[in-house]
């Protein structure tokens, strides 16, 4: 569900003192405005958008560009209070790490604008009542899907990325569940083109995490988390790895018309955005310098929308 940070943020001069659990400036409560901006950035606004946005052209396109506006409503809402909940969830979990991390100090919990149970109690909330709502209104199989991508996230991703690289790997898999959350939504199963919905989703989130683990490592290893191999210092593994997926990336978001889902100009579009994409990770990958990793990881982060506007622009109906 969730997927890669933005790597920008206002780091502060030095981290928080005191106990991370219940530091002094946690007890006086701000103005009632702070406080709301503070859960609102708890709910990571940005990611939680791009995750509601892929469930409903996921739901597009499992409805063969027939959707009824009612149901694309409720599985938005849902997909998008779930996500939100997903995220704040995964900041009280990982309160003790973003303290020490420059581009995390910020962060509603390590700042002190919120405590460690208001996030707890917010984030489950949120996740509860989004899955409730799509098991209500759109069916219990795409309910089931979001609370799973939820508990992914958050206690299987979140737990290994300081214990495995894999962790990569698995935080890729509830990164693409809102592809089948959307799909299940339009057609009450997980089928073929949900699957290949699901694989597009999950072999772009690589070449763009593992991008932003080369741009962030010293911070991620003030961390402790291990989202690069340690035994490789001049990043040719990633580099390999980035351009494997890319490679993969390619023939399978070409799937979509090739099963009849989508026209020619997705196929075109996709096969255009696929081969840049990978340029760039050839690139990237003879010396792995910040400037042409950064720009593996920008034209990424501007793929996945420009290929779900393919898709919402060339779907093709039913018959």
């Known amino acids: 569900m969730p997927l890669a940070d933005s790597p920008t943020g206002n780091p502060l001069p030095h981290p928080p003192s005191g106990d991370v659990d219940d530091p002094p ?171 290949v919905l699901f694989a597009i989703a999950f072999l772009w989130q690589l070449p763009h995490v593992l991008a932003l683990a080369w741009l962030l490592r010293e911070d991620y290893t003030r961390a402790g988390f291990l989202l690069t191999p340690p035994a490789d210092p001049a990043g040719r593994v990633i580099a390999r790895q980035m351009n494997l997926y890319t490679v993969t990336l390619i023939p399978v978001s070409l799937l979509p018309t090739l099963l009849q889902l989508t026209g020619y100009i997705y196929f075109f579009g996709a096969l255009i955005l696929g081969s840049v994409l990978l340029v760039w990770t050839m690139k990237a990958g003879r010396d792995m310098n910040r400037d042409a990793v950064r720009r593996v990881f920008l034209g990424s982060l501007a793929y996945q929308p420009l290929l779900l506007a393919l898709m919402l622009v060339n779907t093709l109906p039913a018959g």
């Open 25 to 195: 400036a946690r007890r006086a409560a701000g103005p009632r405005s702070s406080r709301i901006r503070a859960y609102y950035e708890l709910t990571k606004p940005g990611i939680a958008l791009f995750v509601m946005m892929t469930a409903g052209v996921a739901y597009f396109v499992g409805a063969r560009g027939e959707a009824q506006l009612l149901p694309v409503i409720h599985t938005l809402v849902g997909t998008l209070l779930a996500t939100a909940g997903a995220l704040a969830l995964n900041q009280y979990l990982e309160r003790e790490v973003d303290a020490r991390m420059v581009r995390t100090r910020q962060r509603p919990v390590p700042s002190g604008r919120l405590r460690p149970a208001e996030a707890l109690l917010f984030g489950s909330t949120l996740i509860l009542g989004g899955c409730g709502y799509l098991w209500l209104t759109v069916g219990g199989l795409p309910a089931a899907l979001t609370l799973f991508s939820a508990f992914a996230y958050n206690f299987i991703y979140t737990p290994l990325k300081p214990r495995s690289y894999m962790a990569t790997l698995a935080g890729a898999i509830p990164g693409a569940m809102p592809a089948l959350i959307g799909w299940s939504a339009a057609t009450g199963t997980v089928s073929l083109g949900g699957l």
